[in-house]
Nanobody, 124 residues
Framework: QMQLVESGGGLVQAGGSLRLSCAASGHTFSSYAMGWFRQAPGKEREFVAGISWNGGSTDYADSVKGRFTVSRDNAKNTVYLQMNSLKPEDTAVYYC?????????????????WGQGTQVTVSS
């Protein structure tokens, strides 16, 4: 089993920034691709960003390209999501996931483990 714990969410004004962290334990973190998804009230969970096991490959949803940056530190077993120029439509619960296959970061069913989520609220 792998445990994932997200942190760093909160309330921020539009145009502001937040940095989410996801700390992993219980498995070899560096073997897994990692992804960030989000879910707003009444909506399905959607892909935000993903990163390969060694950080050499990343992918982003069109809605966050140029504003969000995903990174990882395998020595710290942690993946990050730097969110800049936040908009009210970014308001959601943000989840990190671990995917051993790592073939398609945006493919939700392929993820093996999930964190409990962290709330991000962007006020206008």
């Amino acid at each position: 089993q792998m445990q994932l714990v997200e942190s760093g969410g909160g309330l921020v004004q539009a145009g502001g920034s937040l940095r989410l962290s996801c700390a992993a334990s219980g498995h070899t973190f560096s073997s897994y691709a990692m992804g960030w998804f989000r879910q707003a009230p009444g909506k399905e969970r959607e892909f935000v960003a993903g990163i390969s096991w060694n950080g050499g490959s990343t992918d982003y949803a069109d809605s966050v390209k140029g504003r969000f940056t995903v990174s990882r530190d395998n020595a710290k077993n942690t993946v990050y999501l730097q969110m800049n120029s936040l908009k009210p439509e970014d308001t959601a619960v943000y989840y990190c996931g671990a995917d051993l296959a790592g073939a398609d970061f945006s493919y939700y069913p392929s993820y093996d483990y999930w964190g409990q989520g962290t709330q991000v609220t962007v006020s206008s």
